[in-house]
C-alpha cells in the first residue's frame, strides 16, 4: 500500500540541519555551535522541582486538569505584567498562552494562511520557521535586509506589487544573526505596513537575553493592530515547559483559540503553573540575572576569539543579546565545503545558507551559537574552525 501524504507534508522534508543534530546526538564529543539551546548548566533544575512541590500545594489536583483554552488565569496575569515592561499594552484578554513560541506561530498560520498565500521574511530568516510556512503551503519569499533588519522600501515594494498574508520579523536579536531592529527603523516598517494593512508576525523569543545597550519597545507597540506578538519562556526559563505567550489582534483570537483546541486543546495547565511561580518568583528573577551574566561572557569569549583567530577577509556581527553571531567570509569562501571537514575535526556550526528562503542563497556565512558551548570549548572550537577557513 503507497501512503498519500498532503502537499503541505510533501513541501517539509529533513534536511541538512536534521542530519547535523543526528551526528550530535551520535557524537557527544563534538564542540556544538550549530545548537540554539540554553546551557544545561543554566537549566533551573531544583527551582522547578520546588516550584513543582508549590504548584501542587497552592492548587492540588486542578493543576493536573484541563484547563482554559485561553490560558492558565495566574499565567495570564503575569504575562501581561512581562508584556508592559516591553512596550505592550493590549488589553488583557487579547493574550493567550501557547504551547512554546512555536506552537503560537502554528496557530497563527493555520489562521493566516491558505494554500499559495505569500509570506515574506527577512534576509535571512530563522529556518524552521520557513518550514512551518511551507507546510501550510505558503509561498515564503525573502526581502532585502541590511544590519537592521528588513528594509523599508524593500518591504513597500513587495508589498505593492503582490497579496501578502503574512509579514515574519525577528526583530531584538534576530536568529540568524543577532542583529536588532533600531526604533527608527521600527517606526518605518510600522508605517508601511499599517498603510498596506498588511499582518506582521513579531518573534520576540531572545528579548530578555540582553547584555548591553537599552531596551526597545516591541514592534507590537508601532503597530498593535497589525501585529501578532509571540514570545516564549524557552530561553529564560526551560523549553520543556513549552510556555510560548501570543497577543493577538482581536479579529483572530477567536479562531485561534477555536483551532487551538483542535491541536492541543490547551497548553500543560501544570507547566503554566509552575511558568507562572516562576515569573513571580524572586528566585526566578535571580535566575535570569545569572543566566545574562553567564551568556553575556560568553558570547565575549566568542568575539574575543573571533578577532584572535578568524583569517583577513571575514567578518561578523556584535550583539547586544541572544544567542547567535553571524560570521561572513569572501565570496569564494564555501561554508557548506567546510562544514564536513568541521564534523571530522570535532567542531558543528550552521551554514548561513540554510537560513534563506532562497534555493540560491550565498553560501559564504556561518552561524554560531554561543549559549550552550563552555568558555574552553568556545576557544578551542573557534581555534579549530579558523584553521579550517584559511586553509579552505
Same mark, same amino acid.
Given at each position: 500500500?503507497?501512503?498519500?501524504?498532503?502537499?503541505?507534508?510533501?513541501?517539509?522534508?529533513?534536511?541538512?540541519?536534521?542530519?547535523?543534530?543526528?551526528?550530535?546526538?551520535?557524537?557527544?564529543?563534538?564542540?556544538?555551535?550549530?545548537?540554539?539551546?540554553?546551557?544545561?548548566?543554566?537549566?533551573?533544575?531544583?527551582?522547578?522541582?520546588?516550584?513543582?512541590?508549590?504548584?501542587?500545594?497552592?492548587?492540588?489536583?486542578?493543576?493536573?486538569?484541563?484547563?482554559?483554552?485561553?490560558?492558565?488565569?495566574?499565567?495570564?496575569?503575569?504575562?501581561?505584567?512581562?508584556?508592559?515592561?516591553?512596550?505592550?499594552?493590549?488589553?488583557?484578554?487579547?493574550?493567550?498562552?501557547?504551547?512554546?513560541?512555536?506552537?503560537?506561530?502554528?496557530?497563527?498560520?493555520?489562521?493566516?494562511?491558505?494554500?499559495?498565500?505569500?509570506?515574506?521574511?527577512?534576509?535571512?530568516?530563522?529556518?524552521?520557521?520557513?518550514?512551518?510556512?511551507?507546510?501550510?503551503?505558503?509561498?515564503?519569499?525573502?526581502?532585502?535586509?541590511?544590519?537592521?533588519?528588513?528594509?523599508?522600501?524593500?518591504?513597500?515594494?513587495?508589498?505593492?506589487?503582490?497579496?501578502?498574508?503574512?509579514?515574519?520579523? $525577528?526583530?531584538?536579536?534576530?536568529? @540568524?544573526?543577532? +542583529? %536588532?531592529?533600531? #526604533? &527608527?527603523?521600527?517606526?518605518?516598517?510600522? *508605517?508601511? !505596513?499599517?498603510?498596506?494593512?498588511?499582518?506582521?508576525?513579531?518573534?520576540?523569543?531572545?528579548?530578555?537575553?540582553?547584555?548591553?545597550?537599552?531596551?526597545?519597545?516591541?514592534?507590537?507597540?508601532?503597530?498593535?493592530?497589525?501585529?501578532?506578538?509571540?514570545?516564549? $519562556?524557552?530561553?529564560?526559563?526551560? @523549553?520543556?515547559? +513549552? %510556555?510560548?505567550? #501570543? &497577543?493577538?489582534?482581536?479579529?483572530?483570537? *477567536?479562531? !485561534?483559540?477555536?483551532?487551538?483546541?483542535?491541536?492541543?486543546?490547551?497548553?500543560?495547565?501544570?507547566?503554566?503553573?509552575?511558568?507562572?511561580?516562576?515569573?513571580?518568583?524572586?528566585?526566578?528573577?535571580?535566575?535570569?540575572?545569572?543566566?545574562?551574566?553567564?551568556?553575556?561572557?560568553?558570547?565575549?569569549?566568542?568575539?574575543?576569539?573571533?578577532?584572535?583567530?578568524?583569517?583577513?577577509?571575514?567578518?561578523?556581527?556584535?550583539?547586544?543579546?541572544?544567542?547567535?553571531?553571524?560570521?561572513?567570509?569572501?565570496?569564494?569562501?564555501?561554508?557548506?565545503?567546510?562544514?564536513?571537514?568541521?564534523?571530522?575535526?570535532?567542531?558543528?556550526?550552521?551554514?548561513?545558507?540554510?537560513?534563506?528562503?532562497?534555493?540560491?542563497?550565498?553560501?559564504?556565512?556561518?552561524?554560531?551559537?554561543?549559549?550552550?558551548?563552555?568558555?574552553?570549548?568556545?576557544?578551542?572550537?573557534?581555534?579549530?574552525?579558523?584553521?579550517?577557513?584559511?586553509?579552505?
Amino acid at each position: 500500500m503507497t501512503a498519500v501524504i498532503s502537499r503541505g507534508a510533501a513541501a517539509v522534508r529533513s534536511g541538512p540541519i536534521d542530519d547535523i543534530f543526528t551526528t550530535l546526538a551520535l557524537r557527544p564529543e563534538v564542540i556544538s555551535f550549530a545548537v540554539g539551546a540554553p546551557d544545561p548548566a543554566l537549566l533551573p533544575g531544583e527551582l522547578v522541582a520546588t516550584l513543582a512541590a508549590d504548584v501542587v500545594a497552592e492548587y492540588g489536583t486542578s493543576a493536573l486538569q484541563y484547563g482554559m483554552t485561553r490560558g492558565f488565569p495566574p499565567l495570564l496575569d503575569q504575562a501581561q505584567l512581562l508584556l508592559r515592561e516591553r512596550g505592550i499594552t493590549a488589553p488583557a484578554g487579547l493574550t493567550h498562552i501557547a504551547t512554546g513560541g512555536s506552537g503560537a506561530l502554528h496557530s497563527a498560520c493555520m489562521a493566516l494562511l491558505d494554500p499559495g498565500a505569500v509570506v515574506l521574511v527577512e534576509t535571512p530568516t530563522y529556518g524552521p520557521a520557513v518550514k512551518v510556512f511551507r507546510s501550510h503551503g505558503a509561498v515564503v519569499s525573502g526581502v532585502e535586509s541590511d544590519d537592521e533588519g528588513i528594509l523599508p522600501a524593500a518591504l513597500d515594494a513587495a508589498l505593492t506589487r503582490q497579496e501578502v498574508a503574512m509579514v515574519y520579523l $525577528l526583530p531584538t536579536f534576530q536568529n @540568524p544573526t543577532g +542583529r %536588532t531592529m533600531s #526604533a &527608527v527603523r521600527r517606526r518605518q516598517i510600522a *508605517e508601511v !505596513v499599517v498603510r498596506h494593512g498588511a499582518t506582521v508576525v513579531e518573534d520576540d523569543v531572545y528579548v530578555d537575553l540582553r547584555y548591553q545597550g537599552d531596551p526597545l519597545p516591541a514592534f507590537w507597540s508601532y503597530a498593535p493592530h497589525n501585529t501578532v506578538y509571540i514570545t516564549s $519562556l524557552s530561553k529564560t526559563v526551560a @523549553p520543556a515547559l +513549552r %510556555t510560548g505567550i #501570543a &497577543v493577538l489582534p482581536e479579529h483572530l483570537l *477567536e479562531h !485561534v483559540l477555536a483551532l487551538k483546541q483542535g491541536i492541543d486543546m490547551q497548553t500543560s495547565t501544570f507547566n503554566q503553573a509552575i511558568a507562572a511561580a516562576f515569573l513571580r518568583s524572586a528566585d526566578g528573577t535571580a535566575h535570569l540575572a545569572r543566566a545574562i551574566e553567564s551568556y553575556a561572557a560568553k558570547l565575549a569569549a566568542l568575539t574575543a576569539a573571533l578577532r584572535g583567530h578568524l583569517p583577513a577577509g571575514f567578518s561578523w556581527t556584535e550583539p547586544e543579546g541572544g544567542m547567535f553571531v553571524w560570521v561572513e567570509g569572501p565570496e569564494d569562501f564555501d561554508a557548506e565545503l567546510v562544514l564536513g571537514r568541521a564534523l571530522d575535526a570535532g567542531v558543528a556550526f550552521l551554514p548561513g545558507s540554510m537560513f534563506y528562503a532562497a534555493a540560491d542563497a550565498p553560501r559564504n556565512s556561518i552561524r554560531l551559537s554561543f549559549a550552550n558551548v563552555s568558555h574552553a570549548e568556545i576557544e578551542r572550537g573557534i581555534t579549530i574552525l579558523a584553521d579550517l577557513c584559511a586553509t579552505r
